[in-house]
């Protein structure tokens, strides 16, 4: 594989659906989540959402993940309109260790900052606690259970 990607914000169907398909490979079939609860009503792209998708030079999904914000975030952020929620974020078994999950944080925050946004939270599995916190995040509270695995909340400030 090449090592050589970009990471933009998704824009229109086609896009949705190669975030959706990276999703499907990594929390469907590697991670058993059901579809049923992986898949939401933020998933249309528009207001509240902000999806970003990391291909390779030859356009070959790589890794999603997602920024809610304002409404669309409030249960997951405490109701503070000023911190936004970073979630689903996956990268594809044969990209790990690319850079490509630093690379896809790095895009949801920039796009939290245009959106005038003091900081972003996000639900941690507990076994990547070590990925975000080298990336300035924070965990807080108790773990909790998602779809049957541990995680817990973590927050950075921008």
């Not at 914000?9 to 896009?15: H, S």
């Not at 993940?65 to 594809?92: E, I, K, M, Q, W």
């Not at 924070?138 to 817990?152: L, N, T």
């Amino acid at each position: 594989m090449t090592t050589g990607f970009r990471v933009r914000v998704a824009d229109g169907p086609a896009d949705r659906e190669a975030c959706f398909a990276v999703r499907k490979d990594v929390f469907v079939v590697e991670q058993r989540v059901p579809a049923d609860i992986e898949y939401d009503s933020f998933d249309e792209i528009g207001t509240g959402t902000v999806h970003v998708l990391a291909t390779a030079d030859d356009g070959t999904p790589l890794g999603t993940g997602r920024l809610l914000h304002g409404p669309a975030a409030a249960d997951r952020t405490g109701g503070d309109p000023s911190v936004g929620s970073l979630g689903r974020l996956a990268v594809t078994p044969a990209a790990r260790g690319l850079g490509v999950g630093v690379a896809l944080v790095h895009a949801i925050e920039d796009a939290a900052r245009e959106l005038g946004l003091m900081a972003v939270d996000l639900h941690s599995q507990t076994h990547a606690l070590g990925f975000y916190e080298r990336l300035g995040y924070v965990a807080y509270g108790e773990e909790f259970w998602d779809a049957g695995i541990g995680h817990r909340a973590m927050r950075r400030p921008l």
